[in-house]
């Protein structure tokens, strides 16, 4: 018994968070905890919120365990562990079918790219979402996901499938983002789009390979290569400053590419939000040494 679940904040739930991806736990008091009671180990609970006027899947639970609370505060090893505020309440106050679900935490997961559920997301699951084509698409969404969805073995692959290629993904796309979501992004995020869009460096590049490692483990971003010219290029990205160890870090991938993979004509690329005032001084030696510094910014846009 799998269900596609929808969740509120903490601020819309009198300040508790459930389900609690930290621990992977999720309580239920409500009508639906009938519905968890019927859920067994190892099956699929999906959990869904509403986030800058768009839906997105955030988390699963691959099931560990399904307790009445009564049962689980019984339990000494769960309550010294767990927070879940199901799990804190007088046991007077619990209501009768009160129950909890405990997430496997090796399993169990919390998206680096939420997946966006979509109309046409819906309608591939064995039992499509019936939406309401007189409301605007969130709200249609939300209304048809109002209730939990039971999901099948085929819908759970089609989600976990789907997670996948959508974390492959940048979140930086065409489309606009908010403010909030800006500050959500990571250096992965910045690599993933560089790697699908390389040209944006330079129209003669191509993606040669992403998160190379070496013999000393570390760890290169991006190495491209320029087939006209015939050289190699390393990217390494940084979120924040380019400073003096970030360029020391680059000439290590440079040699680590004419040391170990026997290229002779390697050059490389640093990219980051901004440049540390100790390292201004070094941008024009460094490219005389081949490595070019770049920063990346945000442009301001109206939707």
């Known amino acids: ?10 601020e819309r739930n009198n300040g508790h968070e459930d389900p609690m991806l930290s621990e992977f736990t999720y309580g239920e008091s409500s ?18 919120k509403a986030v800058n006027n768009k839906r997105f899947i955030t988390a699963y639970f691959y099931v560990e365990d399904i307790m009445l609370v009564k049962d689980a505060q019984k339990n000494l090893l769960i309550t010294s562990k767990f927070n879940n505020p199901h799990l804190k309440k007088d046991a007077s106050l619990l ?13 169990s997961r919390v998206l680096d790219v939420p997946l966006e ?12 979402a019936k939406l309401n084509s007189n409301q605007p698409p969130l709200s249609a ?21 789907m997670i996948k290629v959508n974390n492959n993904k940048s979140r930086l796309t065409n489309n606009i983002l908010s403010s909030s979501e800006v500050f959500q992004i990571l250096e992965r995020d910045i690599e993933k789009f560089i790697a699908s869009e390389p040209t944006i460096l330079n129209p003669n590049y191509i993606l040669e390979k992403s998160q190379m490692v070496f013999s000393d483990d570390s760890r ?12 190699y290029i390393v990217v390494e990205i940084k979120k924040d400053t380019i400073d003096r160890q970030a360029l020391d870090q680059i000439k290590h991938y440079i040699k680590l590419c004419q040391k170990e993979l026997g ?10 939000s901004s440049i540390s005032k100790y390292y201004e001084a070094d941008i024009l030696k460094a490219e005389k040494d081949g490595i070019t510094t770049l920063t990346y910014g945000w442009k301001f846009a109206i939707s």
């Not at 679940?5 to 903490?10: E, H, K, P, Q, V």
Request: hydrophobic content about 45%.
């Open 1 to 10: 018994m799998n269900f596609l679940i929808g969740y509120l904040d903490a």
């Open 263 to 272: 290229y002779t004509n390697v050059k490389g690329i640093l990219i980051g």
């Open 117 to 128: 559920i979509t109309p046409e997301l819906l309608s591939k699951l064995s039992k499509p």
């Open 220 to 231: 290169l971003d991006l190495l491209l290569i320029d087939p006209i010219n015939n050289e």
């Open 141 to 161: 969404i939300s209304s048809a996901l109002r209730t939990w969805k039971q999901l099948n073995s085929a819908d759970i692959n089609f989600f976990l499938d």
């Open 95 to 107: 209501k009768k079918n009160e129950c909890i679900a405990f997430g496997n935490p090796i399993f």
């Open 31 to 48: 009508n639906n905890a009938l519905n968890l009671l019927k859920v067994n180990k190892e099956d699929f609970l999906f959990f869904h």
